[in-house]
């Protein structure tokens, strides 16, 4: 259900890096309003945002491998650690690599001094959301890329489902081995089988809520936005069944479709039905277009438009409003679509960080956001 009362402003007043990608140290002060870094590229603009996004459960927006991440030559792993400011007051985040013990290679997460038991409690803090230069193929990239992008946005609203899709993988995996083997127990993989129906079932529901509220939420937007509508639609049996029959029946045909097809599994070398294979198809709607087939312009806007309505999504149901991780956001803009995205940003009423190479790309920004200079991993107020 919807929130009514506004979203609270959630806020990062200090973040402090060590050992992480080219910062060796670092320790920023930040107020509440947004932040601009720019600089020229290569500078470490990115990887701020990258450390950023390391506040909320996942790999980041690079999706990188934690020790890829650590600074080259660091003896003991990345840290980071942040003071967010919440409605009930600050709270201190802290993750990385240091301090593993050896062998150990998944990152912890401290909150308050205390080491959580997952890092899907960070949900409860902040809600982080990004868009950076690599998502720019979205619409005509490998589905996996989108449903990648779908199931953070359902993360976003519900935080149980990162521990659903990462259940169902691994379940997949295991059947997917046993397949291997010319002797595989049947009641081996039924065992397996069910609780990936069951998986299955709650991730395909997860993102059919999602779809209904965000199709919703964008249908709400002007029409005369610079950013156009989408039409968004999850093409994929489990995503189509839900809320046409009940759960407990599609659950039960997914089980069979699972049983009926080990043969046909078995000689692919994998499972060929299940919510992984869905995909996320969007359309620019002014155009009645496919977004894959619209020009590269067409597509940024479209995909600026999806996540700015997913942001006031995330911030009714959440209660908080999002901090937005935009890079490189506004160098592809024209001077009135930077302007109506500045506007919007501000309307969200959360905090946002932003980085480019221009400073005046920005200008329209001075009095409402934090500007600093990113040069050789060091950070200093511009």
Known sequence: MENSLPPARVSISRLKLANFRNYESLSLRLGPSHVVLTGENGAGKTNLLEAISFLSPGRGLRRAVYTDVTRSGAPDGFAIHAAIETEEGSVDVGTGLAGNAPGESGRRVRVNGVTATSADELLDYARILWLVPAMDGLFTGPSADRRRFLDRMVLAIDPAHGKRVLDYEKAMRSRNRLLT???????????????????????A???????RLINNMIERSPDDSPFPKADCLIEGALEQRIGIEAATDVEEIFRRALRDGRSRDRAAGRTLDGPHRSDLLVRHRPKAMPAELCSTGEQKALLIGLILAHARLTGKLAGMAPILLLDEIAAHLDEGRRAALFDIIEELGGQAFMTGTDTSLFDSLRGRAQFFNVSHGAVAPN
């Open 181 to 203: 083997e010319e002797r595989a127990d049947d009641a081996w993989l039924d065992a397996i089988e069910t609780p990936m129906a069951e998986l299955g079932i709650a991730i």
């Open 205 to 211: 529901a997860a993102r059919a809520e999602l779809m």
